[in-house]
């Protein structure tokens, strides 16, 4: 079974404006980490948010902020306020604790359109 | 800080040939890994290491080797290169053992075999 899925291949948002991108998990670990990576054209990875299991609060850094719903294995990300910079490639992965390897899902390409 | 250095940035071989791509990280990380990058399939691992002298295969090893002589150096090793070969290889280095450590990740190598 997949440990991270993301159904979104593809979105479009409008600038200014929120979005979400969805990403379901799938762990029997009570202890894990989920992550937001984001890939501009220029091929980067670049790391943007972290969820912990245990955290109560959903995480936020600046525009970027995990909706965190345990109960149903769902970390999505949402950027408020888009902005064409934010045209990429957006990766969701779990790491389970204790354990080093990262899971990734097939990411979801976001277009920002003026 | 380099951070997590790869090189090269872009390759080109013909089938059965080998070479070996290179990885250095500057952050005494443990944890070290090699993903392929293809389209639509996101970031799949290949091998990866929890320290020096301790390497272990990932989702798709076949084809590649990999060995972790010291805890900064990581190389990946394509025996004997085939078209399905061809993608984008990235090098990612992290602490290990706990969730919420990110991963770093390598500017990339593209290879193309012919």
């Known amino acids: 079974a997949q440990k991270i899925t993301q159904t979104q291949p593809g979105m479009f948002v409008q600038e200014k404006e929120a979005v979400t991108l969805d990403c379901t998990y799938d762990?029997?670990?009570?202890?894990?980490?989920l992550f937001w990576y984001k890939q501009p054209s220029s091929g980067e990875m670049i790391f943007l948010i972290y969820q912990g299991s245990y955290d109560q609060q959903n995480a936020t850094e600046g525009r970027y902020s995990l909706n965190f719903q345990k109960a149903r294995k769902s970390a999505n990300l949402v950027i408020s306020a888009s902005q064409l910079g934010d045209s990429a490639m957006y990766f969701c992965?779990?790491?389970?604790?204790?354990?080093?390897?990262?899971?990734f899902g097939t990411g979801t390409s976001l277009t920002v359109i003026p | 800080n380099a951070g997590v250095t790869q090189t090269p940035k872009f390759q080109v071989l013909k089938t059965g040939q080998s070479m070996t791509l290179q990885c250095a990280q500057d952050?005494?990380?443990?944890?070290m890994s090699w993903y392929r990058q293809d389209p639509g399939m996101g970031l799949r691992l290949i091998h990866y290491s929890v320290g020096a002298g301790i390497t272990d295969q990932g989702e798709v090893p076949n084809g590649y080797n990999v060995s972790r002589s010291t805890t900064e150096d990581f190389p990946l090793r394509l025996l004997s290169a085939a078209p399905s070969q061809t993608s984008v290889y990235f090098c990612?280095?992290?602490?290990?053992?706990?969730?919420?450590?990110?991963?770093?990740f390598g500017p990339g190598t593209r290879l193309t075999v012919l």
């Open positions: 992965a779990m790491r389970e604790n204790p354990g080093n390897q990262f899971y």
């Open positions: 952050m005494n990380h443990e944890y």
């Open positions: 990612a280095s992290s602490q290990q053992g706990v969730s919420y450590n990110e991963q770093f």
């Open positions: 762990t029997s670990d009570p202890s894990y980490g």
